[in-house]
């Protein structure tokens, strides 16, 4: 069975950090590039980081403009996961974040709809 699990989210406050898990199994991992979106009540969903696939030599990325700088993605082989490093979080970051696979990745593009798999979503609440 296909899963993706995402967590680490939370509440935290303006200007804090959170680190967002997301463990992938019933598949081949280093196949798939793992992106993040999120969506907030009554937006649309918002692609926020990319990473490709880690078959070997050096992964690329890709990143929303609202979270350039400020947000970092990394995958780990050997546990399956990819996790995404928030810092200098804003209330304007409050949303639910998914993950995502896709086996044919581009990197030009954040439409949802190519994406095969999807976690279930974890809840980051920024506030003060």
């Known amino acids: 069975e296909v899963q993706l699990v995402e967590s680490g989210g939370g509440l935290v406050k303006p200007g804090g950090s959170l680190r967002l898990s997301c463990a992938a199994s019933?598949?081949?991992?280093?196949?798939?590039?793992i992106t993040w979106f999120r969506q907030a009540p009554g937006k649309e969903r918002e692609g926020v980081s990319s990473?490709?696939?880690?078959?070997?030599?050096?992964?690329?990325?890709a990143y929303g403009e609202a979270v350039k700088g400020r947000f970092f993605t990394y995958r780990d082989s050997a546990k399956k996961t990819v996790y995404l490093q928030m810092n200098e979080l804003k209330p304007e970051d409050t949303a639910v974040y998914y993950c995502?696979?896709?086996?044919?990745?581009?990197?030009?593009?954040?439409?949802?709809?190519?994406?095969?798999?999807w976690g279930q979503g974890t809840q980051v609440t920024v506030s003060s």
């Open positions: 995502a696979a896709v086996a044919r990745w581009n990197m030009g593009s954040w439409y949802a709809g190519n994406y095969e798999y």
């Open positions: 019933g598949f081949t991992f280093d196949d798939y590039a």
């Open positions: 990473i490709s696939g880690g078959g070997g030599g050096m992964p690329y990325y």
